[in-house]
């Protein structure tokens, strides 16, 4: 694949003499001094071992590096997957002056090989194959719908774009894996070489996001609101909180010595999850919006043309009284060929992006899939478009057949196609409501209770995710063995074997340059207690909005279990490191669940049920306490968090003395969501809780939500960091 070094041309002031003929000699002269300062142009082989690429991504051949002098200036090169040969510029290795490119060093050398090596590695291969296969999948918008040939080349456009955008992202952090800490650094400094523009609003917004899903990674997020279109930053605060950059360049199984095929088979599983739910979604509303985008400028483009022949014509003749003037802001309609027009330029626009980001020769193999896919595709299409201009294909001829032998669909003959999908929808509402019958009897809840749940956990897929893969994490790496490095004691780390040698000839026995396995004696565990104000005055969006949250914590917690066992890091049965208690209060509490029932669906729609049973006053102080007695203070492996919803101001008097201990005690991180009728009665509601405290920054927090929806991302949120930072307390 290939990528682009920004020139930059410096620009020159010229003056009068040197303007002039005489000064010729003198610019001659110069520039034969400037030619022999110039440092000698380094090679490739000098700077980095083909089998040095061959060790670091593993692939099955070694590699050769040649010149492609027919490459424009400003583009690096690409590698060829079949030969293993990697191609450069010649003239970014040597550099030019007259254009302001500058030689490369041995960091730029070994940033350009470390990546398009990366190209080969098996787990990018692995990752784009699956990408290939999953193009068939790709429901095109409605906007680009259009010929067979149009919309193949809108699928060919993600693939080449989006898809090969993602693999740069998980290739530079495969190849930057431990113990590759050189090659992590390498690919870094060879990144942060190229710049980084002062805006990304000259191009597309598709091609914006891209850009700055490969650059954000080096550059950071400091400014990056200004420098792109407002639809693609907040497209892309939705692909980082939802994890889904996280997962595409998560490494973790790669890094562990131990770890087995099926447990990387995931990792690459993970990152098509995130592809799906999140990266491609993203990336189809942002040519949905590009082309509305065009589309407004082009009507405003009409709209002026016409107002300007209309305003000519009005100065040669007289000028109508009470005649109609159209507004400014508004657009003159298009014509179905000049939407098509459109839609044509910007596939054109990603197209010729695609090349860049393509690699030069793909494998046979890679070749024969792609044809293959675009083959199934390329049919798919033509069959809709035939359905869509009401022409008959095969099927279709044998349904007439069938009609003239006497063998008529009778729901067809009423209303046609629309029978048969409405015949669909009416079978598909009978079965889930039978599902969800089943459901509800073995859990113990009405079938009502669980549509609910259902409803929850597809409404905030991206939070569940987001907050999993947060949470993971922190457990996940605290489970695994670890090699530690630069030790006196075990195995030789790979690449140090020079430097070991070396010190031994020079008398030292034991240099740092070898590796051992390490695991922590004892693991992190967490304890988490949801208090829930189920009085009268919680009915409607309020308590609707404290279940929400309940269903997304619980789910992340499931799948965070799910993901340690996978690993063979948890025995379920004897085990419980996720541990999940409710208590609920109104004129005095109850308890929902201990911590010590395991968390499973019985037990969250079991919650759900019982806590949007409301009503009676407000009585929170036994419940804190409660909850706090049965908290395991003294365990300094267990992050201990309460999480209290309430929209009552409540008892200062009586909570006071229990919210000093919790402070006190220092084990327990305590967080209080006041849930009012605006600012000012939210705020009211946290002092209640923070007002007798003695430290303004210590381990009880206070969140004044000013409507309910504030409350789900701002708990979240809340855990994600509090459970990293009490990770590293311990």
């Known amino acids: 694949m290939k990528r682009e070094f920004e020139i930059i041309k410096d620009e020159q002031e010229v003056d009068s003499a040197q303007e002039s003929g005489e000064a010729s000699k003198e610019q001659q002269t110069g520039q034969e001094i400037s030619q022999q300062e110039r440092p000698a142009t380094l090679s490739f082989e000098e700077v980095v071992s083909p089998d040095h690429l061959k060790m670091i991504s593993e692939s099955s051949g070694g590699f050769r590096f040649k010149p492609d002098a027919s490459l424009q200036p400003g583009r690096t090169g690409y590698t060829d997957l079949r030969s293993r040969t990697i191609y450069y510029n010649p003239m970014m290795l040597a550099g030019n002056p007259e254009l302001g490119i500058k030689p490369w060093t041995k960091t730029d050398i070994k940033g350009f090989t470390y990546h398009e090596a990366g190209h080969h590695t098996p787990e990018v291969v692995s990752l784009q194959d699956k990408l290939i296969a999953d193009l068939k999948q790709i429901e095109i918008p409605e906007a680009y719908k259009g010929s067979a040939s149009a919309e193949e080349r809108f699928v060919k456009a993600i693939w080449s774009n989006l898809d ?8 530079e952090s495969f190849m930057g894996r431990r113990p590759y800490y050189p090659v992590s650094k390498a690919i870094t400094e060879f990144q942060k070489g190229k710049g980084e523009p002062e805006s990304y609003k000259g191009i597309s917004m598709p091609e914006q996001l891209l850009q700055v899903l490969l650059r954000s990674r080096y550059f950071g997020m400091e400014g990056l609101e200004e420098k792109v279109s407002p ?19 998560e490494k973790g199984a790669f890094e562990n010595y131990f770890a087995a095929p099926a447990q990387k088979e995931r990792c690459i599983d993970k990152k098509m999850q995130a592809y799906k739910e999140v990266f491609l979604p993203e990336y189809l509303k942002l040519l949905e919006k590009e082309l509305e985008e065009r589309k407004k400028q082009k009507q405003q483009q009409k709209s002026s043309s016409a107002k300007a022949s209309e305003g000519q014509a009005g100065e040669e003749g007289e000028e109508q009284e009470g005649q109609p003037q159209s507004s400014p802001s508004e657009g003159a309609p298009l014509t179905k060929e000049e939407e098509e027009e459109l839609k044509q330029e910007i596939l054109e626009e990603l197209e010729k992006l695609g090349k860049e980001k393509e690699s030069q020769a793909p494998s046979e193999e890679e070749k024969n899939q792609i044809n293959q896919t675009m083959q199934k595709i390329r049919k798919a ?29 009778h729901s067809k003959e009423k209303k046609g196609e629309e029978a048969i999908k409405d015949l669909g929808k009416e079978f598909e509402r009978r079965q889930k409501e039978k599902a969800r019958k089943g459901t509800g009897e073995a859990l113990g809840v009405s079938p009502e209770v669980v549509k609910k749940w259902e409803g929850i956990k597809e409404r905030y897929k991206n939070e569940i995710s987001s907050l999993a893969t947060s949470l993971a994490e922190v457990f996940l790496d605290d489970r695994r063995k670890k090699m530690e490095y630069l030790r006196r004691e075990g195995y030789t780390v790979p690449g140090l074997e020079y430097e070991e040698i070396s010190a031994q000839i020079s008398g030292e026995t034991d240099p740092q340059t070898r590796m051992t396995v390490t695991r922590n004696p004892e693991f992190l565990e967490t304890e988490l207690e949801f208090i829930m104000d189920t009085s009268g005055s919680m009915s409607g969006n309020k308590i609707e909005k404290s279940v929400d949250l309940l269903v997304v914590v619980t789910e992340a917690l499931k799948k965070v279990r799910e993901l340690l066992c996978a690993e063979n890091l948890l025995n379920p049965e004897e085990e419980q490191p996720l541990k999940l208690g409710v208590t609920k209060f109104s004129d005095h509490p109850e308890r929902v669940t201990k911590l010590a029932e395991p968390i499973g669906d019985k037990k969250e729609v079991q919650i759900i049920d019982k806590v949007l049973q409301i009503g009676g006053g407000t009585e929170e102080t036994g419940a804190i306490t409660q909850v706090y007695e049965e908290l395991r203070l003294g365990k300094k492996n267990v992050i201990k968090i309460i999480v209290m919803l309430t929209d009552g101001q409540g008892n200062q008097a009586g909570v006071a003395p229990i919210i000093q201990q919790i402070e006190k005690d220092k084990e327990v991180v305590f967080l209080v969501v006041g849930s009012g009728d605006g600012k000012d009665d939210a705020s009211a509601i946290v002092q209640t809780y923070v007002e007798p405290l003695g430290e303004k920054e210590g381990n009880v927090h206070g969140f004044a939500a000013e409507s309910p929806e504030q409350a789900l991302p701002a708990v979240l949120e809340f855990l994600k960091r509090e459970v990293n930072k009490r990770k590293q307390s311990i």
């Open 164 to 171: 090969n955008t993602l693999a740069d992202v998980w290739l």
């Open 381 to 409: 299409l033509e069959k809709e478009q035939a359905k869509r201009e009401g022409k008959t294909s095969e099927g279709d001829e044998e349904g007439k057949e069938g009609e003239e032998k006497g063998e008529v669909d």
């Open 231 to 249: 639809e693609v930053f907040e497209s892309y605060q939705q692909i980082t909180k939802s994890g889904a950059m996280k997962a595409m360049m």
